[in-house]
C-alpha cells in the first residue's frame, strides 16, 4: 500500500517507517524540517516537508502521496517545538502537542476525505489517563479521564477529540502506553537526574508502558488489517511509580527520587505536573 505518515521523523515514526518499507509499504513521511529530509530518506521513505497546522501544506502533501492510509504520528513535545518538559504547567508546555492533535487531526482528516483516503489511523494515549472508577484495569470500553480542574484537562480534551474524529471517520486510534527506548525516555531521565520527578504519596498510581518497536509493529497490524475502533497498545506488566521511578533513576545513575505528599501544590493524587 502507499502509506502517508504523518510525523514520520519522530521518536516512534522513525522506528515505524522501516518496518513498513520492510513489510513492502511505499511510503511518505512527513518532517517539519528541510534538514531532516535526508534522515526520511534514510529510512527508506520518500521525505515531505509539511506544517500539520496549516490546512493548505496537509492538503498538497496528502494529494500528492495519493495514499492508501494516514497514519498520524504528529506531536509537538520534543525539545525543538516545546522546549524543556515544564510539568508543573503542564498545560501550556504541551500546547503544540494539544494543536496537533485538534487541529492537526482536522486537517489530515480533511485531506483524506478530499482524495478519497479510505483509512485513517491515529496516535492515542493510554498510561495515566483511564477513568478512576470500578477496577484499575482498563478496557477499550472504559471512557478517558479528562482530568476536570487539573492541567492537564486540555490535553485529555485533545485526546478525547482524536478518538471522537478519527472513530467518526472509520479509522483506527492507537492508545499507546508510555514509550520507552531509543530516544523516548530523554526528557524524564533529565528531570530524573536533577531530582524534579518526585514520587507523590505512596507512588502507587500506576503506569502502562510500550517499547517503541513494539508500538510500531501494533501500527503496521492496524494498517495492513485496515483496523477500525480504539486499541490498548501497551505492555502486559504495567508498574507503580513506586517500583519504576526509582529504578529508573538507578538505570540513570541518579539519586533515589524525593518524596512529596499528595496535595501538594502542583499535583494531584500520584500525579505530579
Known sequence: MRVFVAGGSGVLGRRLVPQLVARGHRVTATTTSTAKLGFVEQL???????????????????????????????????????????????????????????????????????????HFVAQGYANWNGIREGGWVKTEEDPLDLHEKTPARPAMAALRHVEDAVISAGGAVMRYGAFYGPGATDDQVVLVRKRQFPLVGNGTGYASWIHLDDAASATVLAVEQKARGVFNIVDDDPAPAVEWLPHLAACAGAKRPVRIPRGWPGCWPDRWW
Not at 64 to 92: C, E, N, W, Y
Not at 98 to 104: A, D, K, Q
Open 44 to 118: 527508506g521513505a520518500d521525505g515531505v516537508v509539511m506544517d500539520g497546522l496549516d490546512p493548505m501544506s496537509v492538503g498538497e502533501a496528502v494529494a500528492a502521496a495519493r495514499p492508501d492510509v494516514i497514519v498520524h504520528q504528529m506531536t509537538g513535545i520534543s525539545m525543538a517545538h516545546a522546549g524543556k518538559p515544564d510539568l508543573k504547567h503542564f498545560d501550556r508546555w504541551s500546547l503544540p502537542t494539544i494543536r496537533l492533535r485538534t487541529e492537526g487531526t482536522d486537517h489530515l482528516l480533511a485531506a483524506a476525505e478530499a482524495t478519497g483516503v479510505p
